[in-house]
T-cell receptor
Framework: QQQVKQSPQSLIVQKGGISIINCAYENTAFDYFPWYQQFPGKGPALLIAIRPDVSEKKEGRFTISFNKSAKQFSLHIMDSQPGDSATYFCAAKPQGGSEKLVFGKGTKLTVNP | DAGVTQSPTHLIKTRGQQVTLRCSPKSGHDTVSWYQQALGQGPQFIFQYYEEEERQRGNFPDRFSGHQFPNYSSELNVNALLLGDSALYLC??????????FGEGSWLTVV
């Protein structure tokens, strides 16, 4: 079964610091890797996404790094702010016509002021 | 530009009852997917609708069914509710495969 493993489960960072969340997948049949941010009581909001032909993508303070050979991808949040405190999910979409997203279990980020 | 809208936002049902959840996709989107998110877990794919037909289904029993209307809106129906069906039900829409946008969800509590 295709799986996406996410770590750490929880993360505490000081304001201004860098938050790093890692994900790994177990087979190569994924072709789209989005990250979602979810606040309590809300639905997941698309943050940033990458395809495997790109090694890095940056949007504002958010950067995805992708290592195809290691089957790993990570989210870096630069200059973390208390407003970034939320649960972050990585996901992957299988290639070959499958339309579903396979999600990691999430990382609860707390940014202390 | 309205995003993905879902109704109701919260509801409480009794075991054995049936529930219908509704979703309007983001403007311009033609594909609707439904996900179940248990507390503390990532969303799990239930099924996807495109051109009013179920295109793909996840590992959910037949008690879970859906429908897509000509205006692309969609319904999720769950029959014979179990306590374990208590979760946040998320609707997601896209134009083609991605990007995928989620609604705020419908919180279902089964008692």
């Amino acid at each position: 079964q295709q799986q996406v493993k996410q770590s750490p489960q929880s993360l505490i960072v000081q304001k201004g610091g860098i938050s790093i969340i890692n994900c790994a997948y177990e087979n190569t049949a994924f072709d789209y890797f989005p990250w979602y941010q979810q606040f309590p009581g809300k639905g997941p909001a698309l943050l940033i996404a990458i395809r495997p032909d790109v090694s890095e993508k940056k949007e504002g303070r958010f950067t995805i790094s992708f290592n195809k050979s290691a089957k790993q991808f990570s989210l870096h949040i630069m200059d973390s702010q208390p407003g970034d405190s939320a649960t972050y999910f990585c996901a992957a979409k299988p290639q070959g016509g499958s339309e579903k997203l396979v999600f990691g279990k999430g990382t609860k980020l707390t940014v202390n002021p | 530009d309205a995003g993905v809208t879902q109704s109701p936002t919260h509801l409480i049902k009794t075991r054995g009852q049936q529930v219908t959840l509704r979703c309007s996709p983001k403007s311009g989107h033609d594909t609707v997917s439904w996900y179940q998110q248990a507390l503390g877990q990532g969303p799990q794919f239930i099924f996807q609708y495109y051109e009013e037909e179920e295109r793909q289904r996840g590992n959910f029993p037949d008690r879970f069914s859906g429908h897509q209307f000509p205006n692309y809106s969609s319904e999720l129906n769950v029959n014979a509710l179990l306590l374990g069906d208590s979760a946040l039900y998320l609707c997601a829409s896209s134009l083609g495969s991605e990007p995928v946008y989620f609604g705020e969800g419908s919180w279902l509590t089964v008692v």
